[in-house]
């Protein structure tokens, strides 16, 4: 599943694995790869969320 920011009016749906989900402005949600999310994202509807780069590793403490 990946997760996705939804930029249009109210929507609710019930996807084919049979979970309803309501689509809020502006909401992000996680969705799984189907008909109707690969139509919302070709409508700019869904709009892919990056996942957050992973954080740099801590600078070693100099030794004394």
Known sequence: MAMYTYQGPLTSMTLADGRDVILTPGGQIDLPNCDVVETLQA???LIPV???PAP???APK???
């Open 43 to 45: 409508l700019g509807r």
């Open 50 to 52: 990056e996942p957050a």
């Open 56 to 58: 740099a590793p801590a």
């Open 62 to 64: 100099p030794k004394k």
